[in-house]
């Protein structure tokens, strides 16, 4: 594995943005970057994509003993949320995509950081961009990238035909919506009929969600957190609504940091997995706190062996510490190259490893305004 200096194609700007690639730049600051890439032989490719797939194995497995047994108290999850749950998974409810984000420089087994089970993003500059990126640098070389074939397949089994298929998000979001339009025309390929809607603009006619003309929404997929849907006043009309959710709701037992723990109980010393527990105490040395709800890095403190902190990135911690919803995980030394820390997030669709996405930052935490650096093979 290595970090290649690139010099970057003087129009790429004009290049992200006839590819719809609005976000290329956040804050005023390159999102996109071509000023890198990250290479791997294909012996290094293999290992993330058997890594990913045996841990995507690991997880459905917990899922279903999670469910079988109701062991879901250390989740803390509402009743409405197990019952959501169960019923998805008894359903056998099909999933369509998540993301492993592991810490790994190449040798030894990939370390898992955490599992973006639910509302993944970077998902179309994974695909898209980087491929449109690779023709152009080395066209002879390879990518961790199927992405886009995988999508498509995915939707066809997804036995949707004779459903309009409707995509929502958050508006004034540009990532959001940008991996929304994506996700949306790989199902427009595979054939379906789509409608875009925001989650302000949803009704309920007493029955059933409604569109903004009145139709029936059957199938939503929803780039909103299960967390903050169950939080919405028309959270008790899902169920009995019949809509079928996109992620579907066991995802949710797969979306929080408490997987982390559960994982580690279930499959101990496994290669791929760090220490972990609901516990402060129960890890040893260098360590890692993190909410069980955060994201993009919020809310996530390293610790140094003595307790000491090493870095804090604020955001949700203080509500998550108030509900003590914290798990803790062991540090693990992450890779650096050029002063810059990778994280390798292998992508999977309808539960299958299929692509490979990179940010990286000048600090061990990969948060919002983190890089993505494109990729190849030989």
Request: hydrophobic share 40%; charged share 25%.
């Amino acid at each position: 594995m290595q970090r290649l200096a690139v010099d970057p194609r003087p129009d790429w700007r004009e290049r992200a943005e006839e590819l719809g690639f609005a976000f290329h730049t956040i804050d005023g600051q390159p999102y996109w970057c071509e000023d890198a890439a990250y290479c791997f032989s294909a012996a290094q490719i293999d290992e993330l994509d058997d890594a990913a797939q045996r841990l995507e194995e690991m997880s459905l497995d917990l899922v279903e003993d999670v469910v079988r047994r109701g062991a879901d108290e250390p989740i803390r999850l509402s009743d409405t949320a197990c019952a959501l749950i169960e019923e998805s998974w008894r359903r056998q409810d099909k999933n369509l995509y998540g993301r492993f984000d592991f810490a790994w420089a190449g040798s030894g087994p990939p370390k898992l950081l955490e599992y973006n089970a639910d509302t993944p993003t970077a998902l179309y500059e994974s695909s898209v961009v980087q491929w449109e990126w690779l023709d152009s640098y080395c066209a002879h070389c390879d990518q961790f990238n199927g992405i886009h074939e995988m999508l498509i397949e995915a939707w066809k089994n997804f036995g949707l035909w004779g459903h309009r298929v409707h995509f929502t998000c958050v508006r004034d979001h540009a990532e959001d919506i940008g991996t929304v339009d994506y996700l949306r025309d790989t199902a427009l390929q595979a054939g379906l009929e789509t409608g875009r809607i925001f989650v302000d603009e949803i009704g309920w006619n007493g029955k059933r969600f409604v569109d903004l003309v009145a139709k029936p929404i059957t199938v939503l997929f929803k780039l909103y957190p299960w967390e903050w849907l169950l939080q919405e006043g028309f959270a008790g009309h899902i169920g009995p609504s019949g809509v079928r959710m996109i992620e579907p709701a066991w995802k949710m037992l797969l979306s929080t940091k408490a997987l982390l723990p559960l994982l580690w109980d279930r499959f101990p010393d496994h290669e791929n997995l760090l220490p972990a527990s609901f516990e402060a105490d129960a890890i040893r040395g260098a360590r890692v706190s993190k909410p069980f709800w955060g994201r993009e890095g919020a809310g996530i403190t390293r610790l140094a062996a003595d307790g000491s902190i090493a870095e804090a990135v604020p955001g949700q911690a203080e509500i998550a510490e108030a509900a003590d919803a914290m798990v803790w995980q062991q540090a693990v030394e992450m890779p650096c190259f050029d002063g810059f820390y990778p994280v390798l997030g292998v992508w999977m669709i309808a539960s299958r490893a299929c692509g490979l996405g990179i940010r990286e930052d000048n600090s061990p935490i990969t948060r919002n305004s983190s890089r993505f650096v494109p990729h190849l093979f030989e």
